[in-house]
């Protein structure tokens, strides 16, 4: 199989030998951390144009500015929020390929914020499902591995057997239910909000002969994910695990491990994570009408071994001593909040996009930990070592 990605971007090829044709793709939410990789790849590699759409655009201005980069013409920015703006429907109609990544996706946020969550995962994806259904669009929507969310093996007795056995815990696109907790467990909005809108638009498909592509990425990780708190983000807020623990790591606090950080998951590089989405967007007849698992069955840990290897790892990469304490256990109560429930193991099936698209994922956790900590490292150390010597105002 013809790899596109290793070809010069003139002389790209599908995954058959067919030349591909440059795009132009309206990508909502270009500027959060999936979308900047993306938006990384697309400039330096391939000859697509992006008309990027979001609130922010911190994450892609170096590829925004100076008016001399390579791909200058290629990448423009809108700002603009979905919820509210009528230029909506006009880009997507100038484009060939809508991609939406727009969404609020920090579990903080689930049982805190669960309309927001609910608004911002279903009610605001509707029209942009719409103007591509109307407009004969083809559309790249991004799901998550949330809407498994918790494994059958979960439900068997603690000593039974069969809680090793396969059959019991791996995600399948096809065949797997989705099992979430009680309406009071306000943790599953995300999830809810995500299945729904995967009802739609592969009813949109079925009904309305919509051309539409499903990615469930299981645990993406890398540079430029969410925010250091009190640097570039609220002092309050909670981001997803990497950027808590790469936190703890820059202020030498002990890592906070919630529920005694018993929970598995398998966390792939963001970098290969993006190569499958290339494939996807480059090989629509391959991709059309699918939903793909994207993640790294290789790469399991429960988040207790996560902390013990990003401390072995930031150690290298700092020079620095781990923490004296370099754990502690809290409550998803304390951490959290009411209403927060976890999903407890997340291996992903790798069938279908091994058939369809000849992806795997090549970087080991170590890998990418190490990679992605001398980023952490550089971009915030000296950061946070201004903040902390601030003065705390009375
Ligand atoms: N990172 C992961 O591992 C992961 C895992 C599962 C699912 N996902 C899904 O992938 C998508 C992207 O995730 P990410 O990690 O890049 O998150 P992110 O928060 O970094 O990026 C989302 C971007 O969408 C923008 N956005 C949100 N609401 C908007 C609105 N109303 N109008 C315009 N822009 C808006 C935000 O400003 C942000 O820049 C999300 O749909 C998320 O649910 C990500
Ligand atoms: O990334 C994904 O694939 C999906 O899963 C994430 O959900 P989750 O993995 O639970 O979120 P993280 O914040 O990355 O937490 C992972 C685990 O670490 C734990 N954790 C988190 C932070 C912390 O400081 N300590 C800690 O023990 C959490 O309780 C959870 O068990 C988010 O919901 C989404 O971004 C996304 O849809």
């Given at each position: 199989?013809?790899?596109?990605?290793?070809?010069?971007?003139?002389?790209?090829?599908?995954?058959?030998?067919?030349?591909?044709k440059?795009?132009?793709?309206?990508?909502?939410?270009?500027?959060?951390?999936?979308?900047?990789?993306?938006?990384?790849?697309?400039?330096?590699?391939?000859?697509?144009?992006?008309?990027?759409?979001?609130?922010?655009?911190?994450?892609?201005?170096?590829?925004?500015?100076?008016?001399n980069?390579?791909?200058?013409?290629?990448?423009?920015?809108?700002?603009?929020?979905?919820?509210?703006?009528?230029?909506?429907?006009?880009?997507?109609?100038?484009?060939?390929?809508?991609?939406?990544?727009?969404?609020?996706?920090?579990?903080?946020?689930?049982?805190?914020?669960?309309?927001?969550?609910?608004?911002?995962?279903?009610?605001?994806?509707?029209?942009?499902?719409?103007?591509?259904?109307?407009?004969?669009?083809?559309l790249?929507?991004?799901?998550?591995?949330?809407?498994?969310?918790?494994?059958?093996?979960?439900?068997?007795?603690?000593?039974?057997?069969?809680?090793?056995?396969?059959?019991?815990?791996?995600?399948?696109?096809?065949?797997?239910?989705?099992?979430?907790?009680?309406i009071?467990?306000?943790?599953?909005?995300?999830?809810?909000?995500?299945?729904?809108?995967?009802?739609?638009?592969?009813?949109?498909?079925?009904?309305?002969?919509?051309?539409?592509?499903?990615?469930?990425?299981?645990?993406?990780?890398?540079?430029?994910?969410?925010?250091?708190?009190?640097?570039?983000?609220?002092?309050?807020?909670?981001?997803?695990?990497?950027?808590?623990?790469?936190?703890?790591?820059?202020?030498?606090?002990?890592?906070?491990?919630?529920?005694?950080?018993?929970?598995?998951?398998?966390?792939?590089?963001?970098?290969?994570?993006?190569?499958?989405?290339?494939?996807?967007?480059?090989?629509?007849?391959?991709?059309?009408?699918?939903?793909?698992?994207?993640g790294?069955?290789?790469?399991?840990v429960?988040?207790r071994?996560?902390?013990?290897?990003?401390?072995?790892?930031?150690?290298?990469?700092?020079?620095?001593?781990?923490?004296?304490?370099?754990?502690?256990?809290?409550?998803?109560?304390?951490?959290?909040?009411?209403?927060?429930?976890?999903?407890?193991?997340?291996?992903?099936?790798?069938?279908?996009?091994?058939?369809?698209?000849?992806?795997?994922?090549?970087?080991?956790?170590?890998d990418?930990?190490?990679?992605?900590?001398?980023?952490?490292?550089?971009?915030?150390?000296?950061a946070?070592?201004?903040?902390?010597?601030?003065?705390?105002?009375?």
């Amino acid at each position: 199989m013809a790899s596109s990605a290793s070809v010069g971007a003139s002389a790209r090829v599908d995954l058959d030998g067919n030349p591909i044709k440059p795009l132009t793709i309206c990508m909502i939410g270009a500027g959060g951390f999936i979308g900047s990789h993306l938006c990384e790849k697309l400039m330096s590699e391939t000859q697509h144009k992006v008309l990027a759409l979001d609130v922010y655009n911190d994450k892609i201005k170096h590829l925004l500015e100076p008016d001399n980069l390579p791909w200058h013409g290629r990448i423009t920015f809108h700002r603009l929020n979905i919820k509210h703006d009528s230029r909506l429907e006009g880009l997507i109609k100038m484009s060939d390929l809508t991609i939406n990544l727009a969404a609020i996706c920090t579990p903080a946020d689930y049982n805190t914020r669960p309309l927001d969550t609910i608004y911002s995962n279903f009610i605001d994806a509707l029209p942009v499902v719409k103007y591509c259904s109307e407009n004969n669009k083809r559309l790249i929507h991004f799901s998550t591995c949330e809407v498994y969310g918790k494994t059958i093996g979960s439900f068997l007795p603690k000593d039974s057997p069969l809680r090793q056995d396969p059959a019991y815990y791996v995600l399948k696109e096809d065949e797997s239910p989705c099992i979430f907790g009680s309406i009071e467990k306000q943790r599953w909005s995300y999830a809810c909000a995500k299945q729904l809108i995967e009802r739609l638009i592969y009813a949109e498909g079925a009904e309305n002969g919509m051309e539409f592509t499903i990615v469930r990425p299981f645990n993406w990780i890398g540079p430029r994910m969410d925010f250091i708190p009190g640097v570039d983000g609220p002092s309050e807020g909670v981001p997803r695990v990497l950027a808590c623990f790469s936190n703890n790591l820059l202020r030498g606090q002990p890592l906070k491990l919630v529920d005694g950080g018993q929970s598995q998951r398998t966390f792939v590089y963001i970098k290969d994570a993006i190569e499958a989405v290339t494939l996807m967007i480059e090989n629509p007849a391959r991709a059309n009408g699918h939903i793909f698992n994207v993640g790294n069955p290789n790469n399991e840990v429960t988040v207790r071994q996560l902390a013990e290897m990003m401390i072995k790892v930031y150690s290298k990469v700092s020079g620095e001593q781990p923490p004296e304490t370099p754990t502690i256990d809290v409550s998803s109560k304390e951490f959290y909040g009411e209403g927060y429930d976890d999903s407890d193991k997340r291996i992903p099936d790798m069938t279908t996009i091994n058939r369809q698209l000849g992806w795997n994922p090549k970087t080991s956790l170590w890998d990418l930990l190490e990679s992605t900590l001398t980023y952490q490292h550089r971009t915030y150390a000296e950061a946070i070592k201004k903040v902390i010597a601030k003065p705390v105002a009375s």
